[in-house]
């Protein structure tokens, strides 16, 4: 699937949603579908300044904040404070390294089924769910290399 459909069916989510596009808003979208890197505000905002000098912190967070609230983006917390981002179009598991912090993006063709039959668990709780993402824990092949036998 290429890129800028997925750019495309986000910017329907703006229309849909009465959301101005504005050029912001616009290299933020694109700088989170074409990172793998799970960045944080502070990494999207070192990356894009050297282009867009005009772009503050507050403007990238509340982009952020924004394309999470549309479904766009999920926020994973950042062990060293904070929290890191990533499009979610396609829902996938995340591997994180309890090591080194290491973000893997693990795909799993079951997922939505699986998220289903999570949510209407929850469901039996009258409780009505929004989204969710599934986190596993653990050391990266890095870090077990490094440890000691």
């Keep these: 699937m290429m890129n800028n459909e997925k750019y495309e069916r986000a910017i329907k989510k703006f229309k849909k949603n009465n959301i ?12 989170m579908i074409n990172s793998d890197q799970h960045p944080t505000v502070e990494n999207i905002y070192h ?28 926020e994973i917390p950042n062990p060293e404070g ?20 290491k973000i893997i993006d693990v795909d799993f ?14 469901r039996k709780y009258n409780f009505s769910p929004k989204t969710s993402h599934i986190e596993i824990n653990g050391i990266c092949e890095n870090c077990q290399k490094k440890r000691p036998q």
Excluded: W
């Design 20 to 31: 101005r596009i504005t050029p912001q808003r616009q290299i933020i979208l694109d700088y």
């Design 82 to 101: 904070g929290y890191r981002y990533d499009f979610f179009e396609t829902p996938h598991i995340h591997a994180i390294c309890d090591n080194c912090g």
């Design 109 to 122: 063709p079951q997922y939505q089924e699986f998220d289903e039959e999570i949510k209407n668990a929850v």
């Design 47 to 74: 990356a894009l300044n050297k282009k867009f000098s005009n772009l503050s912190m507050a403007t990238i967070y509340n982009n952020l904040n924004l394309l999470k609230d549309l479904d766009i983006i999920i």
